[in-house]
């Protein structure tokens, strides 16, 4: 078993990596699906804007990035703080 | 062969599939019972997942929504894949990690406190219950008008297919019985999708052909659909009309009751590592896309496909369509058949042998039909949950696609409703009667109250379907609702808070659960009998806010409320805070008791 002081450290790694997939999350929904729309009208894809596109795409396909990048930076973590399974 | 015969087949086919598996995989302990004995693959995972959620409204229904209301009913498809994110990031590792089995369990535990675990099983059982409900009426409609059989026939042959897999399989029949669902119900969706673009894009790839171009009319698609649904007098298909708070709510509320669904949160319970729990999170994300990345393009198309039908002389300024076409041609034939299931319906209301579809709301359009001698819309009724399961016949699709949908329609809805029915029977004989009336119990006879639970959960669940309570459409806010105040924030707060102690939990969940569920009753009518409600969601109490799209604001409420009085009564005691800190770490997990 690890000490408690590298769990915390690995918590904290944990909670930021979260945070900032929380971001992105919330910028390509929220932001670029739905308030920022208005902003991206001038940027045209196929028939409509940028702005619809990740309404009804681009949103699912980031969302499918942040949870593969996070399983990914969380196994890397794991071991590094000697947390992980044997 | 007759279409029937097809049909039957097809349906036929894939219950003696689900059959054969409940048969293969049958469980003989609580822990294959609950969670499938802990080993199933997390890609495996994944796609039980996507069948798990995928229900009768995403198959059937989502594609419909958007059809007929363009981006802003863009909100399903964002709420109910965005939620994924919560559950791999917020909850999925680590509930994985507590190693138990059920949702309330760990709200119990964590929270050192029975009451707890009874506010979190009251909601699971009443928001799953809500839920199939929906799911059990789905079976009827889509049995009624493939197989030709009564609702109540048909009714009852999937719930006597659920109860054989269910029953003697548990999770783990339920399972691998749901990866077969998936296979079934993917092919049905996307086959068609791919015929409808390539006729209509020459891209076999619906979600580019979305935003490729109209080989007829050499326009881009998404241009072609706005031009002609604003000729006929409907509002812009890519444009914002939504107001835009309500719709960042319904969102937000969407994916937070989505991460808040037990019967979802309980298939990461399933896999050997707390990183399996992780992957296959993402792998349920892969799969469900394969269905959200199409679903926008079969809406978009089939809204485009209809509208040429009914005007095939060049839109609007040419004739519309005869009635005697809609009689004589095949390409009309689904018209006549879907009357007969009472979800479509024209008439020739100024009798002059053709059918005019229009907006008959719209000023302009009004006009016109002043001039031409038009009386109204004349396709007066258009049920938009046909949309998916009349599409392969809209578009003209060989017989054998119709009777892949068929079969598809069916397995998105039985493989919900035996995760949900796995949901509540758990709930009932783990947290109920082992955790709170008899704890003594041994593990054969709580695998056998598990078995009766679940049959009883059937018998209720048919009942409702075959006399579905006049508000069964409106509950789906419900589940969501209750699942996003209650249970969502109870577990993350259990997880990322070592401070939030049992009275500041239950009195949040109890904050959260009353003000959603008064806010609900308020707009759709307490207990939604109707005429007792004061607001509508057309005008509703506060600003534009929906009820449907209260469930974030129950959860702020619940975690506002949980914060303020743990900060006022007793601290945790160290023992929760060691929990908290080992759920924290995955190492340990293999060897955590299930127990």
């Not at chain 1, 940028?50 to 990048?69: E, H, M, P, R, T």
């Not at chain 2, 907006?359 to 004349?378: H, I, P, R, S, V």
């Not at chain 2, 070592?498 to 949040?508: D, L, Y």
């Not at chain 2, 707009?523 to 469930?551: E, M, Q, R, V």
Request: hydrophobic content about 50%.
């Amino acid at each position: 078993m690890s000490d408690n002081s590298s769990n915390d450290a690995y918590w904290k790694a944990n909670v930021r990596i979260i945070l900032i997939s929380l971001v992105i999350w919330a910028l390509v929904s929220f932001g670029f699906g739905i308030l920022l729309r208005p902003m991206l009208a001038g940027i045209s894809v196929g028939g409509s804007d940028l702005g619809f596109w990740f309404a009804q795409q681009g949103s699912i396909l980031v969302f499918l990035a942040l949870i593969f990048n996070y399983a990914w930076q969380m196994n890397k973590l794991d071991v590094a703080h000697g947390v992980d399974e044997e | 062969m007759s279409q029937f015969a097809i049909n039957l087949m097809f349906v036929g086919a894939s219950f003696a599939l689900y059959i054969g598996i409940a048969i293969w995989a049958r469980a003989g302990s609580t822990s294959e019972f609950y969670a499938a004995g802990r080993g199933v693959h997390p890609v495996t995972n994944g796609m039980a997942t996507a069948a798990d959620w995928m229900s009768a409204a995403s198959f059937i229904s989502m594609a419909g929504l958007i059809a007929f209301t363009g981006y802003d009913n863009s909100s399903f498809l964002m709420g109910w894949t965005g939620g994924y994110v919560l559950l791999a990031l917020l909850l999925a590792p680590y509930l994985r990690k507590f190693g138990k089995f059920t949702v309330s369990e760990f709200i119990g535990d964590r929270f050192y406190s029975q009451t707890a675990r009874i506010v979190a099983v009251v909601c699971l059982i009443v928001a799953s219950t809500t839920y199939v409900i929906g799911q059990m009426t789905g079976v009827g409609v889509a049995f009624g008008r493939f197989l030709e059989i009564s609702n109540t026939a048909g009714l009852l042959i999937g719930a006597c297919v659920v109860f054989a897999y269910a029953v003697f399989g548990g999770m783990k029949g339920v399972t691998y019985t749901q990866v077969a669902q998936y296979c079934v119900l993917i092919t049905a969706y996307t086959i068609p999708a791919i015929f409808i673009s390539l006729q209509l894009t020459g891209n076999p790839i619906p979600a580019l052909g979305l935003f490729g171009d109209h080989v007829a009319s050499g326009e881009p698609l998404l241009s072609k659909l706005d031009a002609v649904v604003t000729e006929l007098g409907f509002k812009e298909y890519t444009a914002h009309h939504a107001d835009t708070l309500n719709m960042v709510l319904f969102t937000l509320s969407l994916m937070i009751g989505t991460a808040g669904l037990p019967h979802v949160i309980m298939r990461f319970f399933t896999v050997p590592k707390v990183s399996d729990a992780r992957w296959s999170a993402g792998w349920a994300l892969v799969f469900i896309a394969l269905l959200y990345l199409t679903a926008p393009a079969v809406g978009a198309m089939a809204r485009l496909n209809i509208s040429e039908l009914m005007w095939p002389n060049g839109g609007i300024s040419g004739e519309a369509v005869t009635t005697q076409q809609i009689e004589n041609e095949a390409e009309y034939d689904w018209m006549a058949t879907w009357q007969k299931t009472g979800l479509l319906d024209w008439e020739d209301k100024n009798g002059d042998g053709k059918i005019q579809f229009y907006n008959d709301k719209n000023a302009d359009l009004q006009a016109m039909a002043a001039e031409k001698g038009w009386e109204g819309n004349e396709l007066t009724k258009f049920n938009r949950d046909i949309l998916v399961l009349a599409n392969p016949e809209i578009a003209n699709l060989p017989s054998w696609v119709i009777g892949l949908v068929a079969a598809g329609g069916l397995a998105a809805a039985l493989s919900t409703a035996a995760g949900l029915l796995l949901a509540i029977s758990s709930a009932v004989s783990h947290d109920l009667i082992k955790g709170a009336i008899n704890p003594s119990i041994s593990e054969k006879n709580e695998l056998l109250s598990a078995r009766i639970a679940m049959g009883v959960a059937i018998a209720v669940a048919t009942w409702l379907g075959l006399n579905p309570p006049g508000f069964a459409a409106q509950t789906v806010a419900l589940a969501f609702g209750l699942a996003a105040a209650s249970i969502f924030p109870a577990l993350m707060m259990g997880i990322f808070s070592t401070k939030v102690n049992n009275v500041g939990a239950v009195s949040g969940m109890l904050a959260g659960l009353t003000v959603t569920l008064v806010y609900i009753f308020l707009h759709k009518g307490w207990l939604f009998i109707p005429g007792t409600n004061s607001f509508t969601d057309a005008d509703p109490l506060l600003g534009t806010i929906k009820s449907t799209s209260f469930g974030a604001i129950g959860a702020a409420v619940n975690f506002a409320v949980a914060y303020t009085v743990s900060g006022m009564t007793k601290p945790t005691p160290q023992e929760i805070k060691d929990l908290v800190e080992s759920v924290r770490v995955p190492r340990g997990a293999g060897t955590a008791q299930d127990h």
